[in-house]
């Protein structure tokens, strides 16, 4: 037997790679740095390393290759544009992170004990988020570029484990954190086993688990087609359970809830674009000529996502659990580009999928800021009068709502009218009518928080606005400026989207 020694492409690789290698060098920061300079070396490290990978997915902008792995990794339009977009999200997050308030002093000790506290009274801070969230992001950029199932496999696992240790890392709550941790990584566990299910039925299908190989079975109509049902199937499951979809939407509300607000805001935003464009690459190019198999299924799943996201939040009394079913709702708008099935859809999913994650860390990051002697307050009711109390938070988190809402002059206005034209070019007219229907639904709940912030008196019960750190409020307001600038001019990017996002297959 010949060994054939693999052939990479390392600059098209650039961006993952500078992620694992600062990851490990976070690793060794973490173990060799002292305790006081290890805050600021971990945060320099992370935000260095982000943006020289965001450098060099510019530089690699308009390249194509279906080989830059040996077939493992493609590389073309989409792909740069998903990287990018997870890139600028994630660098906005890990200032939201280095807040290190919000998490705990000792991970490893038990809530509450003697241990911890001691931990708490030496100031001790958690600095091994920042090489997590290099590890999960690099696992991200992988997901939407893998050219087989054993590589998106790879890349699902890579994003998905340093999520589930993250969302334990709450300061305080530390019970509710630790279950939306374990809550987290059971229902993960449960898609990975449909994914894996799914990635057997497709080998036997097509004696393959390459996307080309797949994709020419699919064309050729050779293989059995109950073997592709039954595939495509469980796949589609275990990619619509990292999305949050309806009925696979369990663990969004507990973990958005239980989870350090910093790491949500990053599952919230980052998780999505990463697994949305895996499933464009998947249904715009691997089934695209089995659409007849799989477009009425995920039109029933996407009608019933938007529907349950919006009514679902209207009840809602807490601030961050609200967030998350409307992150459910979003996640039915999103799939109204897969359905389409055009180049307007692809166009305008990713344009949504950058709008839609740069406005909810913003959201996140105002929600952090509101909190009395016990932390974060995220009672609704505990937020009225917060117009009085803080201009500043209450003016940010209405403007994020009302991009959410999809109201003109946001980024979620353009994202949405465009989202919906593509769905209505392919001819889902019936989905593209509960959308406005959900969409109205969905400003009902976000107009009713900007009435209870802004035209309500506030009442006296220890609920105070904290004074924002540098970091934080940049995040803020560099998410709100984007969220403006995107609504207001947003032809630069959607011209530019439009002219990379071509799939090379």
Do not use: C
Not at 296 to 312: D, E, N, R
Not at 376 to 388: A, C, H, M, P
């Amino acid at each position: 037997m010949t060994f054939t020694s693999p052939v990479l492409s390392y600059t098209l690789l650039s961006p993952m790679l500078i992620l694992l290698g600062g990851a490990l060098i976070g690793v060794l920061v973490e173990a060799f740095v002292s305790r006081a300079k290890r805050p600021i070396v971990q945060l320099t490290l992370a935000l260095g390393v982000l943006s020289l990978a965001l450098l060099q997915v510019w530089n690699i902008r308009g390249e194509q290759s279906l080989t830059p792995a040996m077939g493992s990794i493609i590389i073309d339009g989409p792909a740069v544009l998903l990287q990018g977009s997870i890139l600028i999200i994630s660098i906005i997050a890990i200032l939201l992170i280095a807040d290190t308030e919000h998490f705990t002093a000792l991970p490893a000790a038990l809530p509450g004990s003697e241990e911890e506290r001691k931990a708490i009274a030496m100031g001790a801070q958690v600095t091994e988020v920042y090489p997590l969230t290099l590890f999960a992001v690099a696992g991200m950029l992988m997901f939407p570029v893998a050219g087989d199932l054993i590589t998106l496999f790879v890349a699902l696992e890579m994003l998905s484990l340093p999520l589930y240790l993250m969302a334990g890392l709450s300061r305080r709550r530390r019970l509710a954190s630790q279950e939306s941790a374990l809550k987290y990584f059971l229902l993960g566990s449960f898609s990975s086993a449909f994914f894996l299910f799914g990635a057997a039925y497709l080998y036997g299908y097509s004696g393959s688990v390459n996307f080309a190989g797949i994709q020419e079975s699919v064309i050729g109509g050779s293989g059995n087609d109950v073997l592709l049902l039954i595939g495509l199937a469980f796949l589609s499951i275990g990619l619509l359970f990292k999305v949050g979809a309806v009925p696979f939407h369990s663990w969004a509300p507990d973990v958005y809830q239980g989870a350090p607000t910093p790491v949500t805001a990053f599952m919230a935003a980052a998780t999505k674009v990463a697994a949305f464009g895996a499933m464009l690459r998947i249904y715009y190019t691997v089934f695209a000529n089995a659409e007849w198999s799989w477009s009425s299924v995920l039109t029933g799943i996407a009608a019933i996502t938007m529907l349950l996201g919006s009514l679902v939040a209207v009840t809602q009394r807490d601030v961050k659990r609200m967030l998350a079913y409307s992150s459910i709702a979003h996640a039915g708008f999103l799939l109204l580009g897969v359905i389409a099935l055009n180049k307007s859809g692809l166009d305008a999913t990713i344009f949504y999928l950058l709008a839609y994650g740069i406005a909810t860390v913003g959201a996140f990051a105002v929600v952090t800021l509101v909190r009395d002697s016990s932390g974060e307050v995220t009672d609704l009711n505990r937020w009225k009068g917060l117009g009085k109390r803080s201009p500043f938070a209450a003016s940010t988190f209405a403007f994020f709502l009302l991009a959410f809402a999809g109201i003109p002059l946001t980024s979620g206005f353009i994202g949405k009218f465009s989202i919906f034209s593509a769905a209505y070019e392919s001819g889902a007219t019936g989905l593209v009518l509960v959308a406005i229907l959900s969409s109205a639904l969905a400003a009902f709940f976000y107009i009713r928080v900007i009435v209870l912030m802004f035209f309500s008196e506030a009442t006296e019960d220890g609920t105070s606005v904290e004074i924002p750190s540098i970091l934080t409020r940049t995040a803020i307001v560099a998410s709100a400026a984007i969220t403006l600038i995107l609504g207001v001019y947003p032809t630069p990017l959607l011209d530019f989207i439009s002219d990379l996002a071509i799939f090379i297959r």
